[in-house]
């Protein structure tokens, strides 16, 4: 099903095939990272995701690995303490609190062990009871108790160590006299509707929301209904006022957080965020410093990185205030804690820059992706990180700080950098003019160029400008070859940019500066290059300092540490092939899930492990890409002739040959099995041939266009008798004591071919009588035994018809061979009958195999042998169809395709470069080309005398064979073009003369033929 490997490695200039494995070093450069302490980044991935089963989900489900809507977070060790109650207004409430004992291996999917306010998992019922819960919201522990912020019973429940079993019953309630009452007020007693909560080992915090206040309990009760000892946000513990925003009002505060020294709490009706240096002990309290406002009055809801819209809560963690702005569906990181109003946040998660505020919950829920946050309302510290509940998108997250070694988009198919084949824009240059409405700020420009049906080139390299108020920007670029259309991207951040201006392509005459105007803000869309991974294949990440040296694999399976790196994809080490400080190249996982993946980076190095900042890369089934010649995906395509030579400008394609070609991106692969049965058809031309003793000819011939009947008298020349593919006529020139022999001779009103039927009648035998030639037998049929119970049938008769069934196979795929050459697909079905037109002079073999039999294919392992894609292929070169001849996994190779192709014939290029155009599923690979020359061009012709005269518009070269009286062809002369003669032709005979392209010993197809009849008195000749 393959074609030759013998001279792939001399050809293979991206790299060396080294034990079968594909090892690319093609190099690009990169920013440099950025220092060598840990930070949050803008757009960075999660690096785990608890309650649904991949990155993508969101399903909610009262299950041990689902959630409803997740309103609350805390970490004891390697315990995580998730709520999983609702927040007001919000569907599901599961009205549990879902504990997981081993947060360092949740990475996907993760079950929990330990369910509080329901006796098993799949119960959701509220109620009023120590062991009973109604929508809870804010959970905290200090490492032995729990505090669980029981908003719908008025009250927060405390477990004086943390329940190790189902359906565990409170040691403590506060807000209420005792477990079974419900009622709502103020007082140091009373509580309404709290969300949050928190102890700090000595105290207890609660977000009393409904009052409007916070209340300290200088020690954490240990008998139901106690009384606060200091109250916030209000005068005394009896007001409950909603007051405009001052430096001591609260309006619906939603949590609160101490680390021991400060205190800190979500205002969440102001929008802001207040601190206090210390922790109060008086009632309300003023706070020294406002988060998400300029000053202590204002309460504005805004994006950017200086504001806040409903912020719910909010945590102290290694140094940095990190803040869940639920509003703006974001988690805002300040690298230190604020010290004066105002401060500008360092990062944001959740969102690519601090302007864009996708909602994937509501906006689109199909690009909920690892980096997505919809409505955080919850934080909590971890030994890795930060935890987030992520509302919305009915998870939990697990972010990391890291070192910045790599960049949003970095991620890309090894075969084809520039996704569509498309070079990246340059010339970019950003003019700053007076006359728009664009606030303030620093911005960060790229331009993409728009060529395929769904993909971008990569981003050019990126352009800073800082602009004051009311300005606009004037973005221009030089146009790139073969682009539809562009895009500008914007950010307010480096790698942060997801708004975009598109632009059409210029039109004819206009000048080559591409110009983009960008007024405003509010105009923006939000999209961005497909640079999506698939699970199988060969992957490459850019960045700076990756790795602290160059390492290639050398043996197979591939490694996963290689060079002291590590790559984890959604946690999952990565087969690797190469590694060096600006390039890893890597085998997609293939238990990769989802449509979203969280890759990150761990290397050792003599200081330590180092740990990258996670980057969210897409997941998609198919990314198809070509290896070129250059290596990034443009230009001209990698591929070879049937006999493994490099297709170059001095060895271009011919119109009309087999060539194969490389690349990488293609998940949705089926086993093809071995074969239940197959048929013959023989194709080459044939015939029957009668004669009765009165001299009645009878003939019918098949795969010809037409027949001619010659008639030889005693062993004499050959003379015509008739012409047509079947008739019968009466002669009347037999007689007795002679032996006529009848030749029935395909013929393609040209050339007079092969004798396809013969009848010798001889009458010098006393009796003779009817003779007539062997019945033709072009097809037959065999089936193989099958491991069990699987069996086939098929069968072909003269005219290509086919009909088979399969017994016991869910699907299964017809192959056709033409003499011995590779398979190709002809049906897909378990059953069939269908027609295939078979061209004459060739034997096919129909082959029935068995197909999607279960894969086993283990990452870093080298592909086994009939793999094929199980999807719908095509391939185009300059327009005309390329008919498929095989499409899967090279045998021997980690994730590498193999294409085999059939050039059209008829495509007329003049030597000039042709389109090859990849299509996998409705998914284009990149656009690339090759040089092709027609190889249909040339003419032959030959005299009376014998001169035989020709020429071809194949550079490369040509030869002439000569066929006599229908026999083998054997070689007459060899070149472009010449004239020579036919010295040893001599009456009586038949010669035709054949054109055929030639290069590197492979022959063409027909150009032209010629004959020479030499059987008549007058020699006639034909060409064409």
Known sequence: MRLSFQKLNNAFSLGVLARGALILTLIAGLPAGGADNRQYTTGQAAIGVVGQASFSANVPGPNPDQMGTVSGVAVAGNRLIVSDGALPFTIPSHNRILIFNNLAAAVLGSTADVVIGQTDFTKTDPGLSEKALNQPIGVSTDGVRLAVADSGNNRVLLFRNIPTVNGASADVVVGQSDFKTLTNGVGPAHLRVPHGVFLDGRRLFIADTQNHRVLIFNSVPTSNGASADVVLGQADFNAMSDQAASQTSLRSPTGVFSDGQRLVITDLGHNRVLIYNRIPTTNNAPADVVVGQPDFT?????????????????????????????????????????????????????????????????DDPQRLTAGMLSAPVALASAADGIIVADTGDRRVLRFAPGVPLFYQGAVVNVASFDGNGLARATGVNVDVQTDGSIPAGTYYIKV????????????????????????????????????????????????????????????????????????????????????????????????????????????????????????????????????????????????????????????????????SNAVVAPVSDLTPGLFSVSGDGTGRLLAFHADASLVTDDSPLVAGETIFFFGTGVQSLSQVGEPLADAFLDAHPYGKISVTADGTITWSSSYTPTAQVYVSVDGADEALLAENSSDSISVGFIAAGHRYTFNLHAFDNVTVGPVVAGVTLDTRTPGWGDVSSPDPQPTSSNTFPQTGDRSGTITVDATGHATWSATNVTNARVYISADGGPEI????????????????????????????????????????????????????????????????????????????????????????????????????????????????????????????????????????????????????????????????????????????????????????????DTTSASSATKKK
């Open 298 to 362: 204002t309460e504005t809801a805004d994006t950017g990185p200086t504001h806040l819209n409903f912020p719910r809560s909010a945590l102290i963690d290694d140094g940095r205030l990190l803040i869940a702005d639920g509003g703006n569906n974001r988690v805002l990181v300040y690298s230190q804690v604020p010290i004066s109003n105002g401060a500008a946040a360092d990062a944001v998660l959740g969102q690519k820059d601090f302007y864009t505020q996708v909602d994937p919950a509501s």
């Open 448 to 611: 993409t160029a728009e060529g395929g049906i769904l993909f971008e080139s990569l981003p050019s390299e990126e352009v800073s400008v800082t602009v004051p108020d009311s300005t606009k920007l004037v973005v221009t670029f030089d146009a790139v070859p073969g682009a539809t259309s562009y895009r500008v991207y914007l950010g307010g951040s480096p790698g942060g940019q997801t708004r975009y201006y598109k632009t059409d392509t210029p039109a004819s005459g206009e000048a080559i500066n591409r110009s983009v105007t960008i007024t405003t803000l509010a105009s923006e869309n939000v999209g961005g290059p497909r640079l999506e991974i698939t699970p199988g294949a060969i992957t490459t990440l850019f960045g700076s300092g990756l790795a602290d040296g160059v390492a290639m694999a050398d043996s197979l399976p591939l490694p996963t540490e290689l060079g002291g790196v590590t790559l984890l994809v959604n946690g999952t080490a990565a087969p690797l092939f190469y590694v060096s400080p600006t390039q890893i190249n890597f085998q997609v996982p293939r238990g990769t899930v989802g449509s979203s993946a969280s890759l990150l980076l761990q290397k050792r190095s003599n200081s330590g492990l180092v740990l």
């Open 825 to 1012: 697909l002809f049906s897909e079905t378990p059953s069939g009958d269908q027609t295939y037109t078979a061209s004459s002079g060739h034997a096919y073999r129909f082959v029935l195999r068995p197909f999607g039999d279960p894969l086993v294919l283990a990452d870093g392992a080298p592909a086994p042998a009939n793999v094929a894609v199980n999807t719908t292929v095509s391939v185009s070169i300059q327009g005309f169809d390329a008919p498929i001849q095989f499409v899967g996994l090279v045998p021997g190779f980690v994730g590498l395709l193999q294409w085999n192709v059939s050039v059209a014939s008829d495509i007329d290029m003049n030597g000039k470069d042709a389109e090859v155009k990849v299509f996998v599923g409705s998914i284009p690979a990149n656009l690339t080309y090759l040089p092709i020359v027609d190889a249909a061009a040339g003419t032959i012709a030959v005299a009376a005398d014998g001169t035989v005269t020709w020429s071809t518009s194949n550079t490369t070269g040509a030869q002439v064979f000569v066929a006599t009286d229908g026999g083998d062809e054997v070689l007459f002369a060899e070149g472009q073009s010449g004239s020579q003669k036919a010295a040893f032709a001599e009456p009586g005979h038949v010669y035709v003369f054949v054109l055929r392209p030639y290069r590197d010993g492979v022959l063409g197809k027909v150009l032209a033929t010629a004959t020479l």
